[in-house]
């Protein structure tokens, strides 16, 4: 191959590093109105009067919106496929609040500082009712938080305070217990974790000389952005534009439609332009962070030390609301069970409702939370039962030819289909991983005195976009000095797609990538897309550019072979030639559009897949525990995956370099904290330590090489997958360093000198 796989500068490279206006907010503003939110102050009430007469009355303010403003109408936030596997439990603004930081009015004014003015000018009465801040007391609580749903597939029962149920099994799990010659149990939890991205979120709404709807939003999902809108709105498709330009990070938090249709209403009523950006305080508790999760497993293995059966428990806190509920628990489930071959298996997974804030998708989406428990379990086992934990590990790893029996059982919000494992490197993936890891030097570790040092491991797999559900589409045409141009609906969030689908159409049509210019998330002038998320763009969009770039080459074949007059002229380095004859690419769309046998050489395809097939990594930790103080210090992590054949190595490298410290925090630092009556308290990177470029260790992320059948050039996934080893990796490390088994993260200091007796 020419260009996939091959070094290539990044298609928005230079505007990015060269500080050109490419991101939402970078546009003049003329005329617009700024937005402010009023958010309640309470856990869980109702609002018995709301007077906004007195923000109204203050010069400079155009509207004030509340829930008297607009018609009861349910939807789900999450920016998910259609109909959304999420419960249908949020309205835009609702006389009920249920966490503190729950939406109760917005406030459009002249300026910034009017409506901060405006805001302490509303006057709210509230009657408090009684909030639930532990999950584990949320179930069958006297106290509902959802009473009036009813009826959605997508919700188990809001009487009960379940957002959503999974309940799956697969064998005989029980026989399999009683008969196996060991069996392991344990229990670890994670917390809210914040997505933490630079840009925050920000939505910019106007109408055009045609009264139409224009949207310019900080998004991964700008179809469904205009699909949800356009229902919560009650207000045509047709009439909807959204733009999506370059993202300043989302890791799945810009999944979400958080602010669009309260931005776009405000332009409705007042016809004026609107404006409206998420303080860094408000990213905390009114966007999304990860759902918490308490996940039990139990383990039974034969005397050959191979898996009889898994059983698997999740209690999942979605917060006041249900966003994203069923499907993290699924991915959570699905990847657990989609990387040890288990005969045996058994599901049971609640979401339920707390009157805390919502949680959502973060990259990973439930793996992480999935793999920390699997892989502190399975490091466990091997210290109990003294083997190596290599040699546990891949004894029990599913194989080429094998099917997945969790892919067919559960899929994305209904059942999956037959999964069938092509490609698996992740045998290679543990042995490099542990050559540059040093992991058989112990005599260079520390092992005296007060600081201890330890290498731990974790071995974890993801997906490639959502079988059967996640759909793209490309389409391309072709110019006079042979450059092309090519439409996609995917969305670029910072990731480089944009590049890496550039690459995909360069390397079918033989040319450099600099020919091809890329358009991308605009939903009037680019195909449909589902978005950016669950590690779809390259595997999915990736397939629908292909298949257009490879219409295109027959289309300019063909040209070129009734231009020579020769049927048997072939495609070779952007010409098509006879031997004797040649014509470039160049002459044969001059004479396509002007000339000879007119027409314009363009082909447009869609993709959709049944396949998912799962990229897999090793992650590798060195840390240093001092235990005096209880303080880890991170020294290298080692992660190697993989993902098939690697569109871009230079992208794909820097997505597991940024992946990496977003784990090593959920390990060690991020976790949000609320006081008694369910207000965050850190909010703020004072307070809310993530990882820096001052913190960072010695990071080695390296690929090894296999081809999926299956993926455009035999590529998997690459987003999601560095994101789930470190932090069991880094749990394994610690215990290996100083003998204490943290299975509650983060793993604080604090935490560590209990372990040892210390406090």
């Not at 989302?250 to 958080?258: D, P």
């Not at 890891?437 to 600081?451: F, P, S, T, V």
Request: aromatic content about 8%.
């Amino acid at each position: 191959m020419k260009v996939v796989g091959k070094k290539t500068q990044r298609v928005d490279g230079k505007a990015l590093a060269s500080g050109k206006p490419v991101f939402a907010d970078d546009i003049p503003k003329k005329d617009f109105l700024y937005l402010k939110l009023l958010y309640s102050p309470i856990a869980h009430g109702k609002i018995k009067n709301i007077d906004i007469s007195k923000a109204l009355a203050l010069e400079g303010v155009a509207a004030v919106l509340t829930h008297k403003d607009f018609k009861p109408h349910y939807y789900t936030t999450a920016g998910q496929g259609y109909p959304e596997p999420s419960p249908r439990d949020t309205m835009i603004f609702n006389p009920v609040v249920r966490f503190v930081g729950d939406k109760v009015a917005v406030i459009a004014a002249e300026s910034i500082e009017i409506a901060k003015k405006a805001l302490e000018l509303i006057e709210v009465d509230y009657t408090e009712y009684p909030a639930i801040f532990d999950p584990e007391k949320s179930k069958d609580n006297e106290v509902v938080l959802h009473p009036e749903i009813k009826n959605d597939p997508f919700l188990f029962d809001a009487q009960r305070n379940l957002a959503s149920r999974i309940t799956a099994e697969y064998g005989d799990p029980e026989n399999a217990f009683d008969s196996s010659k060991y069996v392991f149990e344990g229990e670890y939890s994670t917390p809210y974790a914040q997505q933490a991205h630079i840009e925050p979120h920000i939505t910019l709404t106007w109408l055009d000389e045609h009264e139409r709807l224009i949207i310019r939003t900080a998004t991964q999902v700008p179809f469904h952005v205009r699909r949800i809108v356009g229902e919560v709105l009650d207000f045509p498709i047709s009439r909807i534009r959204v733009i999506k330009p370059r993202i300043g990070g989302g890791f799945g938090s810009k999944q979400e439609i958080l602010n669009e249709e309260i931005c776009a209403a405000v332009t409705l009523k007042t016809g004026r332009p609107s404006r409206i950006e998420l303080t860094r305080k408000e990213e905390f508790f009114a966007a999304r962070s990860r759902h918490p999760q308490k996940v039990r497993i139990k383990m039974g293995f034969d005397e050959k030390l191979k898996i009889t059966a898994i059983d698997l428990n999740i209690l999942e806190n979605s917060g006041a609301y249900g966003s994203h509920a069923l499907t993290v628990m699924s991915v959570t489930s699905q990847k657990v069970l989609s990387l040890y071959k288990a005969p045996n298996f058994r599901v049971h997974a609640d979401a339920v409702y707390t009157n805390l804030p919502i949680a959502g998708a973060y990259r990973g989406y439930g793996a992480p939370q999935g793999f920390f428990a699997l892989e502190c379990l399975m490091d466990e086992i091997a210290i109990k039962l003294q083997v190596d934990p290599f040699e546990l590990r891949i004894k029990n790893f599913f194989k080429e030819g094998d099917e997945i029996p969790i892919a067919s059982i559960l899929g994305e919000g209904r059942e999956g289909f037959k999964m069938i494992l092509h490609t698996t490197g992740i045998k290679e993936c543990l042995h490099r991983g542990k050559e540059l890891m040093g992991w058989d030097d112990e005599k260079k570790r520390l092992n005296q005195g007060e600081i201890k040092q330890g290498v731990g491991l974790a071995a974890v797999c993801q997906g490639s976009g959502i079988p059967g559900i996640d759909m793209a589409a490309a389409f391309i045409k072709m110019n006079e000095d042979a450059s092309f141009n090519l439409m996609v609906g995917a969305a670029d969030i910072g990731t480089g797609s944009d590049t890496a689908l550039a690459q995909i159409a360069a390397e079918v049509l033989e040319v450099s990538v600099d020919k091809i210019i890329v358009y991308s998330s605009d939903t009037d002038l680019t195909p449909f897309d589902t978005g950016a998320y669950a590690s779809s763009t390259v595997f999915v969009s990736g397939g629908a550019v292909k298949k257009a770039a490879e219409k295109l080459r027959l289309q300019i074949l063909d040209q070129g072979q009734k231009l020579l007059d020769d049927p048997n002229a072939i495609l070779e380095k952007g010409k098509v030639t006879t031997g004797k004859k040649s014509l470039s690419y160049e002459e044969i769309c001059t004479k396509s559009f002007y000339t000879e046998f007119q027409m314009q050489p363009m082909a447009t395809a869609s993709h959709l897949s049944y396949d998912s097939p799962p990229p897999f990594n090793a992650t590798f930790a060195d840390v240093s525990v001092d235990t005096e103080t209880g303080i880890v210090t991170v020294n290298k992590i080692v992660s190697v995956s993989d993902c098939g054949q690697i569109i871009n190595p230079k992208m794909a490298e820097g997505q597991a370099e940024g992946a990496i410290p977003q784990s090593i925090g959920m390990a060690l630092s991020e976790y949000m904290i609320f006081d008694k009556k369910g207000r965050a308290i850190n909010t703020d990177f004072d307070s809310y330590h993530i990882y820096t470029a001052i913190d960072m260790p010695e990071i080695v992320a390296e690929f090894v090489h296999t081809s999926d059948p299956t993926g455009p050039f035999g590529a998997k996934a690459v987003a999601e997958i560095p994101i789930n080893g470190p932090a069991p990796a880094i749990a394994n490390a610690i215990y290996n360093a100083c003998g204490v088994r943290i299975r509650e993260l983060p793993i604080t200091p604090e935490k560590i000198l209990r372990g040892l007796g210390k406090i």
